[in-house]
């Protein structure tokens, strides 16, 4: 079955970039998501990106997809105080019913 | 996007009891929700999955005796936690899925604190 895995950690000062990475096993995943936990909170659904493409932006969000390696990022271009949250990616198990997610990276942005 | 509200936001109950926490979709029609936990600073882990209309559908290791699932309608699945004990204190997050929008994407409640005393 599919199986996502994330660091688990990143700590960044504020107006710098941040760069979160996931890796994915199951090469035939349609989507690939990536959502955002705050404390106490359900997840936020902050974007998503097909198979097909390479590349997503989304203002200050870009996800860039490797499929040759099973590999996603997340980029968050001058990163605030309110990013810090846990940031979970997301692939479609086999059947596309359900989604499994990653262990979750906690970003902490400093001032 | 769109909408899922789970009620309630944080409960507090006795070993012994019952806590019955509701999964609503409130401007979609979800033929498919699904009911994780979540432990402090761990992912998600995914307890069933339920389908309007028949018996969910359960994850390896989860009692379904113990968490009674009902998905009664296309708007509405609950989660009872049955005979609760400290050890069922947990986060509990449902999401549902919006058909229409032609693919996996999953919209999720607030989550619910469960606290056993």
């Known amino acids: 079955g599919e199986d996502v895995e994330q660091s688990l950690f990143l700590s960044v000062r504020e107006g710098d970039s941040s760069v979160i990475n996931c890796t994915y096993t199951?090469?035939?995943?349609?989507?690939l998501y990536w959502y955002k936990q705050e404390p106490g909170a359900g997840l936020q659904l902050l974007t998503y990106?097909?198979?097909?493409?390479d590349m997503k932006q989304d203002q200050r969000l870009t996800v860039l997809l490797n499929k040759k390696d099973k590999h996603l990022s997340l980029r968050i271009a001058d990163t605030q105080t309110g990013d810090s949250a846990i940031y979970f990616c997301?692939?479609?198990?086999?059947?596309?019913?359900?989604?499994?997610f990653g262990t979750g990276t906690r970003l902490l942005v400093s001032p | 996007g769109a909408v899922v509200s789970q009620h309630p936001s944080r409960v507090i109950c006795k070993s012994g009891t019952s806590v019955k926490i509701e999964c609503r979709s409130l401007?979609?029609?979800?033929?498919?929700m699904f009911w994780y936990r979540q432990f402090p600073k761990q992912s998600l882990m995914l307890m069933a999955t339920?389908?309007?209309?028949?018996?969910?559908?359960?994850e390896q290791g989860v009692e379904k005796d113990k968490f009674l699932i009902n998905h009664a309608s296309l708007t509405l699945s609950t989660l009872t936690v049955t005979s609760a004990h400290p050890e069922d204190s947990s986060f509990y997050i449902c999401?549902?899925?919006?058909?229409?929008?032609?693919?996996?994407?999953?919209?999720f409640g607030q989550g619910t604190r469960l606290t056993v005393v």
């Open positions: 999401s549902a899925r919006d058909l229409k929008q032609g693919h996996t994407e999953a919209f």
């Open positions: 199951d090469s035939s995943s349609t989507y």
């Open positions: 990106i097909f198979s097909n493409m």
């Open positions: 997301a692939a479609p198990a086999t059947g596309f019913q359900k989604l499994v």
């Open positions: 401007d979609f029609q979800a033929t498919t």
């Open positions: 339920s389908n309007e209309g028949s018996k969910a559908t359960y």
